[in-house]
């Protein structure tokens, strides 16, 4: 029997925006039952979600005329302020699920367009988190769908841009490198969510290997759309579908591998069913998945307890691994003593407790105590609480991470605080937790750094849809946007690392603590500018790091602060392109040429630091030397010809020939490689006067015939002067142009 291979895609399903929006949703229908709960408008773009959420009595509403009281729920498309203003004045109660990357694309249009700057808004128009952008922009953005609307508008000395978060990475680039070179001063933010660009790519990789695709998503969805046009841009055959009932069996016919995609907007559960389809298609059916193995074990354990409603059983097995949960199964009768001795805990008074070395400890289920380390094992440890007993923590209990060997977490005779999960098992012991006790304790942190506004270190755990996972005491998510200042294209290359960051979200009740790396780097970045910006004088020769190449010059980091230098100051000789000078990345010494602090401009120079080629130039070379060098130029009045690296001289157009030249173009061409005369040096003017001239043989003059002779004879005596002139002209003579010309030339 056929056995179809089904392949889930890396990025498929809800995405972080979308889910915490229903998370808001569901919370608020459930805790609000005596108010009406609505959505301006449909929450995401899939329709049998919405369903769910109607049987939910959560209503739809096309807009606020519709709503007379309740509850009104913002999608995390995002809406314009004015809109946030008139259910204000409507008293409805607001529950706010704008993603937080429409928040920040809103936030910094109305920032852009307060600064001055000309505001541009990447998206699709009639998006409503487009609209929503354009409203936060009080309406003063211009909304541009591709790079061709640039060409109706007539841009300003200030630019600035932000782009709808689900637009593509590639074509925003491109829309910037159109006019970086065209105004004065660019600023822009990339608000674009990494999920698009992810989801996007690992779509079109499983499409190039299937043979057949569905993409998963409402019809009416913008992104899913468009992960079907990039599936089927690879000519695989590809179906968007909604739900697995659209499915006709006889797209099955002849193909053995079937990927799945699915747009931001689409729930696990449908696509399960399409999973589902495939397998009663074939009675048998081998599900991969692109996403490693812990990763689908946390998605399937936190669909489980969000049903149940445990958060303290939440986070044990959302952090378990495979190994650990078939264990589990196998001590079921333990694992349920100890999740209501957990659950206990929650709901009693903590208390702090050291025991006395002279008296056994009055101990109680829940509470928190310290003991020493007496015994470590392959099963776990045993902890001193003076107890009637010693305590033993599992592995399983021993930290928040999997543990292999419990001598990597606790150390013998180390003392340790350990939450009691009870006090005597089936077995007379006793069960103690340093999971717990740690969680606890991280939470306390999280939560006074949070309100302290404080700094925390934390290490990089893994990479997922969105942005990273962290360890700080518990799971910690930093959204992609709050990574760096600017946009990282590989996350992973944070996985190891560890990162300062300012807590910016908590939420207890959730489990829910996001962090972000951007807003300290910011902070330091901003405090080093001021620095930096405060010592830089005139003529200083500083330090930088080059960020960026363009076509006029190179962005220098001086330390918090970008400096600008210009193509023309890199190089004492002509160069085509910044790059034939310098690489982004690179350290240079430049120096200072000028500071506007108000304005926080700075301009430096590199060919300053660099030998004066003149003055070697000067010393090496003397009138009437022969050199060669290369036509670099043409000008009415001659042609320039570099003879060294940084040195240009000038052949007059009369120093071109003997005949008479109208343009330098019927001698030389740019490119020629020439020998000239140094004809004279002037170093203090930096001019070079050279001669081709010089280098031919004099052509000899015309004879006369003798009826020119005759007519000379009967000529005047002006005439016969003029005849003086023109032969003396023939025989070597300089005109006056030719004497003069050098004296022309000095205002060229």
């Known amino acids: 029997m056929k056995v179809l291979e089904v392949i889930t895609a890396e990025e498929a399903g809800f995405c972080f925006g979308v889910e915490r929006a229903?998370?808001?949703?569901?919370?608020?229908?459930?805790?609000?039952?005596?108010?009406?709960?609505?959505?301006?408008?449909?929450?995401?773009?899939?329709?049998?979600?919405?369903?769910?959420?109607?049987?939910?009595?959560?209503?739809?509403?096309?807009?606020?005329?519709?709503?007379?009281?309740?509850?009104?729920?913002?999608?995390?498309?995002?809406?314009?302020?004015?809109?946030?203003?008139?259910?204000?004045?409507?008293?409805?109660?607001?529950?706010?699920?704008?993603?937080?990357?429409?928040?920040?694309?809103?936030?910094?249009?109305?920032?852009?367009?307060?600064?001055?700057?000309?505001?541009?808004?990447?998206?699709?128009?009639?998006?409503?988190?487009?609209?929503?952008i354009y409203g936060a922009s009080d309406k003063k953005a211009i909304i541009i769908r591709e790079k061709e609307d640039l060409k109706s508008v007539e841009l300003k000395a200030k630019v600035g841009f932000v782009a709808?978060?689900?637009?593509?990475?590639?074509?925003?680039?491109?829309?910037?490198?159109?006019?970086?070179?065209?105004?004065?001063?660019?600023?822009?933010?990339?608000?674009?969510?990494?999920?698009?660009?992810?989801?996007q790519s690992s779509a079109k990789k499983l499409a190039e290997d299937a043979d057949i695709m569905f993409v998963i998503g409402g019809h009416k969805s913008a992104n899913t759309t468009r992960l079907a046009e990039i599936c089927a841009a690879t000519n695989t055959p590809t179906y968007h579908i909604e739900t697995a009932a659209e499915i006709k069996k006889e797209w099955l016919s002849g193909k053995n591998k079937v990927?799945?995609?699915?747009?931001?907007?689409?729930?696990?559960?449908?696509?399960?069913?399409?999973?589902q389809l495939m397998n009663e298609e074939n009675k048998e059916v081998n599900v991969e998945s692109t996403e490693n193995v812990e990763e689908k074990e946390e998605q399937v354990v936190e669909e489980t307890v969000e049903e149940v409603e445990e958060v303290e059983e939440t986070t044990e097995e959302t952090e378990e691994t495979t190994e650990e949960k078939e264990a589990d199964n196998n001590e079921e009768a333990e694992e349920s003593a100890e999740v209501d001795a957990e659950e206990e805990a929650e709901t009693q008074e903590e208390a702090e407790f050291k025991y006395s070395d002279n008296d056994i400890a009055d101990l109680r289920k829940g509470q928190k105590v310290t003991g020493t380390v007496v015994e470590i094992n392959d099963n776990g440890v045993y902890v001193d609480v003076n107890y009637k007993t010693d305590g033993f923590i599992p592995l399983r209990h021993l930290s928040h991470r999997p543990v292999e060997d419990?001598?990597?977490?606790?150390?013998?005779?180390?003392?340790?605080?350990?939450?009691?999960?009870?006090?005597?098992?089936?077995?007379?012991?006793?069960?103690?937790?340093?999971?717990?006790?740690?969680?606890?304790?991280?939470?306390?942190?999280?939560?006074?750094?949070?309100?302290?506004?404080?700094?925390?270190?934390?290490?990089?755990?893994?990479?997922?849809k969105g942005g990273l996972v962290v360890d700080v005491g518990v799971r910690g998510f930093i959204p992609a946007s709050h990574v760096a200042i600017g946009y990282v294209d590989d996350l992973s290359d944070y996985v190891g690392e560890t990162l300062r960051l300012k807590v910016i979200e908590v939420e207890r009740d959730n489990n829910n603590v996001?962090?972000?790396?951007?807003?300290?780097?910011?902070?330091?970045?901003?405090?080093?500018?001021?620095?930096?910006?405060?010592?830089?004088e005139e003529g200083q020769t500083v330090e930088g790091t080059v960020t960026k190449l363009v076509d006029f010059g190179a962005f220098i980091d001086l330390g918090g602060i970008e400096g600008l230098l210009h193509i023309?100051?890199?190089?004492?000789?002509?160069?085509?392109?910044?790059?034939?000078?310098?690489?982004e990345g690179e350290?240079?010494?430049?120096?200072?040429?000028?500071?506007?602090?108000?304005?926080?401009?700075?301009?430096?120079?590199?060919?300053?630091?660099?030998?004066?080629?003149?003055?070697?130039?000067?010393?090496?070379?003397?009138?009437?030397?022969?050199?060669?060098?290369?036509?670099?130029?043409?000008?009415?009045?001659?042609?320039?010809?570099?003879?060294?690296?940084?040195?240009e001289g000038l052949i007059h157009i009369s120093q071109l020939s003997h005949k008479h030249v109208k343009t330098a173009d019927e001698v030389v061409n740019v490119g020629d490689v020439r020998e000239a005369k140094i004809i004279n040096i002037d170093a203090d003017q930096e001019r070079v006067g050279l001669s081709l001239k010089e280098l031919e043989e004099k052509p000899e003059p015309k004879e006369k015939s003798s009826s020119s002779s005759q007519s000379s004879n009967?000529?005047?005596?002006?005439?016969?002067?003029?005849?003086?002139?023109?032969?003396?002209?023939?025989?070597?003579?300089?005109?006056?142009?030719?004497i003069v010309g050098d004296i022309f030339d000095q205002g060229e």
């Not at 120096?591 to 004066?612: A, C, T, W, Y």
């Not at 090496?620 to 050199?627: F, I, L, S």
């Open 714 to 738: 009967r000529s005047s005596g002006s005439s016969s002067s003029q005849s003086n002139n023109d032969d003396n002209s023939s025989s070597g003579g300089a005109t006056i142009r030719e």
């Open 406 to 464: 419990a001598h990597d977490i606790v150390s013998m005779d180390e003392e340790i605080e350990v939450v009691i999960l009870t006090l005597e098992d089936d077995e007379g012991n006793m069960i103690l937790s340093k999971k717990q006790a740690d969680y606890e304790k991280a939470w306390e942190k999280i939560v006074e750094a949070y309100e302290n506004d404080e700094i925390i270190e934390a290490e990089v755990t893994k990479e997922v």
């Open 568 to 583: 023309s100051e890199m190089s004492w000789g002509r160069i085509e392109s910044p790059a034939e000078v310098l690489s």
């Open 22 to 132: 229903i998370d808001m949703v569901l919370e608020a229908a459930s805790e609000n039952d005596d108010l009406n709960v609505y959505t301006l408008g449909p929450l995401i773009h899939n329709p049998q979600v919405v369903k769910k959420l109607e049987e939910k009595n959560v209503k739809v509403a096309s807009s606020l005329a519709e709503i007379d009281s309740g509850i009104v729920i913002i999608r995390s498309h995002g809406v314009a302020p004015e809109i946030i203003e008139q259910a204000r004045e409507k008293n409805l109660k607001i529950i706010d699920a704008t993603c937080p990357y429409v928040k920040n694309a809103q936030k910094y249009a109305r920032q852009l367009v307060d600064e001055g700057y000309q505001t541009f808004i990447y998206g699709d128009q009639d998006h409503p988190e487009v609209q929503g």
């Open 164 to 199: 709808q978060t689900t637009k593509s990475p590639e074509s925003f680039r491109d829309i910037i490198n159109l006019v970086i070179t065209e105004v004065k001063e660019l600023k822009v933010f990339n608000t674009i969510c990494n999920t698009t660009d992810v989801r």
């Open 514 to 536: 996001v962090l972000s790396a951007k807003k300290v780097l910011e902070k330091e970045r901003a405090a080093k500018k001021e620095e930096t910006l405060a010592s830089l």
């Open 259 to 275: 990927g799945i995609t699915a747009g931001a907007s689409t729930p696990d559960w449908l696509i399960r069913e399409v999973i």
């Open 587 to 647: 350290k240079v010494e430049v120096q200072v040429l000028g500071v506007n602090k108000e304005e926080e401009r700075i301009s430096l120079g590199l060919k300053q630091l660099l030998p004066d080629p003149w003055e070697e130039f000067a010393e090496k070379h003397y009138e009437g030397e022969v050199v060669e060098g290369k036509i670099t130029k043409l000008v009415d009045f001659g042609a320039f010809m570099e003879v060294e690296k940084g040195i």
